[in-house]
């Protein structure tokens, strides 16, 4: 089976940067992704890593590093709107199907 | 493009009573799946299909949990009887072919059994 570990609580003020970190264990790993869930909304995609390094989408970007099992997620210049659940989750097994993990509550400060 | 659509977005029934959740998924999206979030348990896949067909159905709690895809369109998680240990918000995802595809969730189903 697989089983991931992330923080399950972040706090940091608007204008900070802050790093979500995941650490995995699995087999047949193919690649590793993060959601965002507000309160009372469904997760949204936000990033996907099949290799290692860094990828970046505006604000926000993911690493990878399979040699570690390990990734994480960097949000830039937070904004009062980014207060949410993050979740990473891997794609992994005969199935690839994504394993999500217990998510980490991310709040912004003014 | 519409994004996947589920009904009702909130049920709240008797114990015992039968439980029917709907999910339309994505037009064109081949994988469709079904998963539970509860705050104790997190975020659970329960069942998915590819093509309309079952291909793993382990995370299904026990027999009371049921699902169907009877086309590409369509697709129903059911309970019978409901017990108030199945209260959680159900969701259901679909997606494309492909290892970086990304699942496009549904905005849930609020379930709570009385």
């Known amino acids: 089976g697989q089983s991931l570990e992330q923080p399950s609580e972040v706090t940091a003020v608007e204008g900070a940067i802050v790093q979500i970190n995941c650490t995995y264990q699995t087999s047949g790993f193919y690649g590793l992704s993060w959601y965002q869930q507000h309160d009372g909304g469904a997760p949204t995609f936000l990033s996907y890593n099949g290799l290692d390094g860094l990828e970046e989408t505006g604000r926000f970007s993911s690493f990878l590093s399979r040699s570690d099992s390990y990734g994480y997620l960097l949000l830039q210049e937070l904004q009062m709107k980014d207060s949410a659940s993050y979740f990473c989750?891997?794609?992994?097994?005969?199935?690839?199907?994504?394993?999500f993990g217990s998510g980490t509550q991310l709040t912004v400060l003014p | 493009d519409a994004g996947v659509i589920q009904s009702p977005r909130h049920e709240v029934t008797e114990m015992g009573q039968e439980v029917t959740l709907r999910c339309k998924p994505i037009?064109?999206?081949?994988?469709l799946f079904w998963y539970r979030q509860t705050m104790m348990r997190g975020l659970e896949l329960l069942i998915y299909f590819n093509n309309n067909v079952p291909i793993d159905d382990s995370g299904m709690p026990e027999d009371r949990f049921s699902a169907k895809m009877p086309n590409a369109s369509f697709s129903t998680l059911k309970i019978q009887p409901s017990e108030p240990r199945d209260s959680a918000v159900y969701f259901c995802?679909?997606?494309?072919?492909?290892?970086?595809?990304?699942?496009?969730f549904g905005d849930g189903t609020r379930l709570s059994i009385l």
């Open positions: 037009s064109g999206h081949d994988y």
């Open positions: 995802a679909s997606r494309r072919t492909g290892s970086n595809q990304p699942q496009h």
């Open positions: 989750a891997v794609r992994a097994g005969s199935a690839r199907q994504l394993t």
